[in-house]
Protein backbone atom coordinates (compact mmCIF):
# COMPACT_ATOMS: atom_id res chain seq x y z
CA UNK A 1 0.00 0.00 0.00
CA UNK A 2 1.78 3.20 -1.03
CA UNK A 3 2.25 5.92 1.06
CA UNK A 4 2.04 8.93 -0.61
CA UNK A 5 1.83 12.63 1.30
CA UNK A 6 -0.73 14.90 0.27
CA UNK A 7 -0.07 17.02 -2.78
CA UNK A 8 0.35 20.92 -1.79
CA UNK A 9 -2.20 22.73 -3.52
CA UNK A 10 -0.57 25.43 -5.63
CA UNK A 11 -1.96 29.05 -4.16
CA UNK A 12 -3.61 31.31 -7.11
CA UNK A 13 -1.12 34.39 -7.83
CA UNK A 14 -2.91 37.39 -9.10
CA UNK A 15 -1.75 38.73 -12.07
CA UNK A 16 0.01 42.17 -12.49
CA UNK A 17 -1.57 44.59 -14.41
CA UNK A 18 0.49 47.72 -16.03
CA UNK A 19 -0.15 51.16 -14.95
CA UNK A 20 1.55 53.70 -17.12
CA UNK A 21 1.12 57.32 -16.27
CA UNK A 22 2.45 59.87 -18.82
CA UNK A 23 2.94 63.48 -17.25
CA UNK A 24 4.55 66.80 -19.25
CA UNK A 25 4.04 70.23 -16.86
CA UNK A 26 6.25 72.61 -14.54
CA UNK A 27 8.17 72.49 -11.15
CA UNK A 28 6.00 73.87 -8.43
CA UNK A 29 9.06 74.73 -6.71
CA UNK A 30 12.57 73.88 -6.28
CA UNK A 31 13.07 69.58 -5.96
CA UNK A 32 14.93 68.94 -2.37
CA UNK A 33 17.67 66.39 -2.60
CA UNK A 34 17.69 63.93 0.65
CA UNK A 35 19.36 60.72 1.06
CA UNK A 36 18.23 57.27 2.48
CA UNK A 37 20.96 55.23 4.00
CA UNK A 38 21.91 51.50 3.86
CA UNK A 39 23.02 51.57 1.20
CA UNK A 40 22.73 55.51 0.35
CA UNK A 41 20.00 56.45 -2.26
CA UNK A 42 19.14 59.91 -3.63
CA UNK A 43 15.82 61.03 -3.11
CA UNK A 44 13.20 63.72 -4.48
CA UNK A 45 9.81 64.36 -4.14
CA UNK A 46 8.34 67.28 -5.46
CA UNK A 47 4.97 68.39 -7.68
CA UNK A 48 4.53 69.24 -11.10
CA UNK A 49 1.35 71.21 -12.58
CA UNK A 50 -0.26 70.56 -15.60
CA UNK A 51 -2.43 72.71 -16.91
CA UNK A 52 -5.57 72.16 -19.80
CA UNK A 53 -7.38 74.26 -22.00
CA UNK A 54 -10.36 73.83 -23.52
CA UNK A 55 -13.50 76.17 -25.45
CA UNK A 56 -16.39 76.49 -22.96
CA UNK A 57 -19.43 76.78 -25.36
CA UNK A 58 -21.80 78.40 -22.55
CA UNK A 59 -19.33 80.94 -21.81
CA UNK A 60 -18.19 81.34 -25.31
CA UNK A 61 -14.79 81.92 -23.84
CA UNK A 62 -11.29 79.46 -23.07
CA UNK A 63 -11.10 77.99 -19.69
CA UNK A 64 -7.80 76.52 -18.23
CA UNK A 65 -7.55 74.16 -15.46
CA UNK A 66 -3.99 73.39 -13.36
CA UNK A 67 -3.68 69.83 -11.77
CA UNK A 68 -0.44 69.66 -9.41
CA UNK A 69 0.84 66.06 -9.31
CA UNK A 70 2.87 65.50 -6.06
CA UNK A 71 5.71 62.99 -7.56
CA UNK A 72 8.33 60.56 -6.06
CA UNK A 73 11.90 60.04 -7.69
CA UNK A 74 14.72 57.98 -6.28
CA UNK A 75 17.81 56.41 -7.29
CA UNK A 76 21.07 56.98 -8.82
CA UNK A 77 19.32 59.51 -11.93
CA UNK A 78 17.93 61.80 -9.15
CA UNK A 79 21.32 64.03 -8.61
CA UNK A 80 21.57 64.25 -12.46
CA UNK A 81 18.29 65.65 -13.01
CA UNK A 82 17.43 67.81 -9.76
CA UNK A 83 21.29 69.26 -8.93
CA UNK A 84 19.96 72.38 -11.08
CA UNK A 85 16.60 72.07 -11.99
CA UNK A 86 14.46 75.00 -10.32
CA UNK A 87 11.29 76.33 -9.94
CA UNK A 88 9.12 76.58 -13.70
CA UNK A 89 11.42 73.75 -15.10
CA UNK A 90 9.56 71.40 -17.84
CA UNK A 91 9.40 67.99 -17.08
CA UNK A 92 7.77 64.94 -18.69
CA UNK A 93 7.23 62.01 -16.22
CA UNK A 94 6.97 58.40 -17.32
CA UNK A 95 5.19 56.54 -14.16
CA UNK A 96 2.47 54.58 -12.12
CA UNK A 97 0.07 55.68 -9.61
CA UNK A 98 0.97 54.91 -5.95
CA UNK A 99 -0.62 55.76 -2.37
CA UNK A 100 1.82 56.40 0.98
CA UNK A 101 1.61 53.47 3.23
CA UNK A 102 2.15 56.13 6.00
CA UNK A 103 0.11 59.03 5.50
CA UNK A 104 -2.70 57.62 3.02
CA UNK A 105 -1.90 59.88 0.60
CA UNK A 106 -1.85 59.59 -3.51
CA UNK A 107 1.22 60.16 -5.42
CA UNK A 108 3.41 59.15 -8.83
CA UNK A 109 5.91 56.75 -8.18
CA UNK A 110 8.44 57.64 -10.88
CA UNK A 111 9.84 55.48 -13.54
CA UNK A 112 11.68 57.67 -15.42
CA UNK A 113 11.69 61.94 -15.91
CA UNK A 114 13.37 64.20 -18.44
CA UNK A 115 14.07 67.62 -18.43
CA UNK A 116 12.77 70.08 -21.24
CA UNK A 117 14.15 73.26 -20.20
CA UNK A 118 11.92 76.37 -18.82
CA UNK A 119 8.30 78.14 -19.77
CA UNK A 120 4.51 77.64 -19.00
CA UNK A 121 3.42 74.20 -21.06
CA UNK A 122 -0.25 73.75 -21.87
CA UNK A 123 0.29 70.36 -20.19
CA UNK A 124 0.20 66.40 -20.73
CA UNK A 125 -1.87 64.58 -18.65
CA UNK A 126 -2.58 60.59 -19.47
CA UNK A 127 -3.17 56.94 -18.21
CA UNK A 128 -3.52 54.22 -19.43
CA UNK A 129 -3.86 50.92 -17.07
CA UNK A 130 -5.64 47.53 -16.75
CA UNK A 131 -7.64 46.92 -13.78
CA UNK A 132 -10.10 45.41 -12.33
CA UNK A 133 -13.82 46.18 -11.16
CA UNK A 134 -14.41 45.59 -7.52
CA UNK A 135 -17.49 48.29 -6.85
CA UNK A 136 -21.15 48.72 -8.37
CA UNK A 137 -20.93 50.94 -10.79
CA UNK A 138 -23.43 54.47 -9.89
CA UNK A 139 -25.12 55.74 -13.19
CA UNK A 140 -26.57 59.92 -12.38
CA UNK A 141 -27.32 62.32 -14.50
CA UNK A 142 -25.77 66.14 -13.73
CA UNK A 143 -27.32 69.07 -13.66
CA UNK A 144 -26.90 69.59 -17.46
CA UNK A 145 -28.26 66.56 -17.93
CA UNK A 146 -25.15 64.92 -18.91
CA UNK A 147 -24.60 60.93 -17.95
CA UNK A 148 -21.79 59.76 -15.10
CA UNK A 149 -20.79 56.11 -14.73
CA UNK A 150 -19.00 56.06 -11.06
CA UNK A 151 -17.04 53.28 -9.82
CA UNK A 152 -13.91 51.88 -7.94
CA UNK A 153 -11.02 50.09 -9.46
CA UNK A 154 -8.31 47.72 -8.56
CA UNK A 155 -4.59 47.51 -10.12
CA UNK A 156 -2.10 45.23 -9.18
CA UNK A 157 0.93 46.89 -10.15
CA UNK A 158 4.20 45.34 -10.95
CA UNK A 159 6.67 47.66 -10.06
CA UNK A 160 9.49 49.08 -11.91
CA UNK A 161 12.21 46.08 -13.23
CA UNK A 162 14.89 48.55 -12.46
CA UNK A 163 15.92 47.76 -8.70
CA UNK A 164 17.10 51.35 -8.00
CA UNK A 165 14.13 52.58 -8.07
CA UNK A 166 13.14 50.55 -4.84
CA UNK A 167 9.55 50.30 -6.14
CA UNK A 168 8.21 46.49 -6.05
CA UNK A 169 4.74 46.83 -7.07
CA UNK A 170 1.47 47.56 -4.87
CA UNK A 171 -1.88 46.95 -5.47
CA UNK A 172 -4.20 50.51 -5.35
CA UNK A 173 -7.90 51.37 -5.47
CA UNK A 174 -9.13 53.99 -7.34
CA UNK A 175 -12.53 56.11 -8.06
CA UNK A 176 -13.45 56.52 -11.95
CA UNK A 177 -15.45 58.65 -13.88
CA UNK A 178 -16.60 58.10 -17.11
CA UNK A 179 -18.91 60.60 -18.82
CA UNK A 180 -22.00 60.77 -21.45
CA UNK A 181 -23.40 57.79 -23.81
CA UNK A 182 -20.23 55.79 -22.92
CA UNK A 183 -20.89 55.75 -19.49
CA UNK A 184 -24.44 54.43 -20.47
CA UNK A 185 -23.57 51.92 -22.54
CA UNK A 186 -20.59 50.66 -19.99
CA UNK A 187 -23.07 50.30 -16.54
CA UNK A 188 -25.60 48.46 -18.79
CA UNK A 189 -22.74 46.00 -20.16
CA UNK A 190 -20.04 45.44 -17.65
CA UNK A 191 -20.52 42.51 -14.86
CA UNK A 192 -18.65 42.24 -11.24
CA UNK A 193 -14.91 41.85 -11.01
CA UNK A 194 -14.64 42.48 -14.80
CA UNK A 195 -10.71 43.00 -16.38
CA UNK A 196 -11.03 46.36 -17.91
CA UNK A 197 -8.77 48.69 -19.92
CA UNK A 198 -9.00 52.54 -19.20
CA UNK A 199 -7.71 55.47 -20.61
CA UNK A 200 -7.99 58.96 -19.44
CA UNK A 201 -6.36 61.42 -16.73
CA UNK A 202 -4.89 61.87 -13.30
CA UNK A 203 -7.65 64.02 -11.83
CA UNK A 204 -7.85 64.60 -7.78
CA UNK A 205 -11.43 64.54 -6.00
CA UNK A 206 -12.40 68.68 -5.09
CA UNK A 207 -12.45 68.07 -1.09
CA UNK A 208 -9.03 66.26 -0.96
CA UNK A 209 -6.62 67.16 -3.31
CA UNK A 210 -4.33 64.36 -2.09
CA UNK A 211 -6.69 61.81 -3.21
CA UNK A 212 -6.37 60.90 -7.14
CA UNK A 213 -9.11 59.58 -9.57
CA UNK A 214 -9.03 58.56 -12.75
CA UNK A 215 -10.77 60.85 -15.25
CA UNK A 216 -11.94 58.14 -18.00
CA UNK A 217 -11.86 59.07 -21.68
CA UNK A 218 -12.37 55.63 -22.30
CA UNK A 219 -13.31 51.85 -21.08
CA UNK A 220 -13.09 48.98 -22.46
CA UNK A 221 -14.26 45.52 -21.38
CA UNK A 222 -11.35 43.07 -21.63
CA UNK A 223 -12.99 39.57 -23.10
CA UNK A 224 -12.87 36.70 -20.50
CA UNK A 225 -10.58 34.36 -22.80
Not at 9 to 14: D, L, R, V
Not at 102 to 131: M, P, R, W, Y
Not at 168 to 192: P, S
Not at 205 to 225: E, G
Request: hydrophobic share 35%; net charge positive; aromatic share 8%.
Amino acid sequence: MMNDKPRAIAQQIEKKQQCHAILAGNLVAKPEIRYRANPVVPIAEFVIATNHSWFDKKSNSYKDWTSYHACHFEGQHVEKHFLHADKGQLLLIHGALATSDKTSKDFIQVESLSLLGKGIHSGINQIICNATLSSEVKLVKTENNVSLAEFTVSINEPGFVESDHHFNGQKIQRLVHLWGKTAEYFAGKVKDNEQLLITGSVSYVSNNKQQQFIDAKRVIICPTK
